[in-house]
């Protein structure tokens, strides 16, 4: 539980009869609806920094850090004018960045519909990927990720400035040089195909693929899938034996156990992997990364139903969150060599 000391005047009646504030740890909200400003609840003494719990109108929920909640909460009274309930538990600024989290991890395993981007698994609301994949196409989709439930003519080729594919031609005749390329080429697409929602339609805006990136040290890549501000699946080399494959694919835990009723489960049917816990703040709680070494088949892998049903959940997730911020390093020579076949 966390330790809060709030002056009286935050300690007040409830003003919603089932308040998820008490299993978060928070105490009793305070009714802001037609306030511009907190400042009386703290005055000049009270400790500011902390982390905040908003209550919007429409029901769903913000909770967010802030050094000095006043002016935070001013900040966000001058674009959302329907923030009509506040608590707020006082800490020092060392923790804000893990309790933040932790708190939106709790608020999600609880249910509640929080309106945050980062640490959660699923956004809430109306994003700008809907626009161009439409929930109900997402949702077919996920239902059979692997046979075709992409929309869009693959042999429409998105055209970007020629600068976009100078830059990255030498990478590229370096990748198709490389002995594992033919191989790294066909597991790219195995994950297109498979693990991204209209590749085709979403490609550059949402999702971007890197060619031999550079300043990948003790483990040279071959390619790189990225989406909002992660990585989603690398294939790549082993620098002393450029022979030998590594590869890891990032998968959401949660659907996971749709599958296998453990992890330990899942090890026993591919003894091959090592699972990772990751920390992206893009993915949510349910994140973690599947990862083979020495030439270990990931093909098995991506063509798993549980598999590539978990990888295409995270993808899905991630992208419906923001643009990524990675396509200025799109090759789309690569991108095309795989969807075009």
């Known amino acids: 539980m966390l330790e809060y000391l709030l002056c009286d005047s935050l300690i007040q009646k409830p003003i919603m009869p089932h308040e998820p504030v008490d299993e978060m740890g928070f105490p009793a909200l305070v009714s802001v609806s037609s306030l511009m400003s907190i ?42 004018d329907d923030i009509v309930g506040f608590s707020f538990i006082p800490m020092a600024k060392s923790r804000l960045d893990h309790e933040e989290k932790t708190m939106i991890f709790r608020a999600e395993s ?6 945050n981007v980062v640490h959660v ?15 109900a196409k997402q949702d077919a989709w996920l239902c059979a990720p692997t046979r075709g439930g992409n929309s869009g003519s693959i042999n429409q080729k998105i055209t970007l400035p020629e600068i976009q594919k100078i830059r990255f031609t030498k990478n590229f005749s370096r990748f198709e040089k490389h002995p594992l390329s033919d191989r790294a080429l066909a597991l790219f697409k195995s994950y297109l195909w498979s693990c991204v929602p209209a590749p085709r339609h979403t490609e550059y805006s ?74 992206y703040r893009d993915a949510g709680q349910h994140q973690i990364s599947l990862q083979t070494y020495g030439g270990a088949p990931m093909e098995q892998l991506l063509t798993d139903p549980g598999i590539s049903k978990a990888a295409a959940v995270l993808a899905l997730r991630v992208m419906r969150k923001r643009a990524t911020i990675y396509g200025k390093y799109h090759c789309v020579e690569l991108a095309n060599r795989a969807l075009l076949g």
């Open 110 to 115: 609880l249910g509640l519909k929080i309106t």
């Open 206 to 279: 949402f999702w971007s693929v890197s060619c031999m990136p550079s300043g990948s040290g003790t483990w040279p890549r071959l390619l790189c899938v990225s989406a909002a501000v992660m990585e989603l699946f690398v294939v790549g080399w082993e620098k002393n034996n450029p022979n030998v494959l590594w590869s890891f694919i990032n998968v959401a835990e949660d659907v996971l156990f749709e599958y296998w009723s453990s992890l330990d489960e899942l090890l026993k049917a591919f003894p091959f992997i090592e699972i990772v816990r990751t920390g």
């Open 39 to 80: 400042a009386h609840l703290f005055g000049t003494s009270k400790k500011r920094c902390g982390i905040y719990f908003f209550v919007f109108k429409s029901g769903f929920f913000y909770i967010g850090q802030a050094v000095d909640v006043v002016r935070r909460f001013s900040q966000h009274r001058r674009i959302h």
């Open 121 to 135: 698994a699923n956004i809430v609301g109306d994003t700008d990927f809907d626009l161009v994949v439409s929930v």
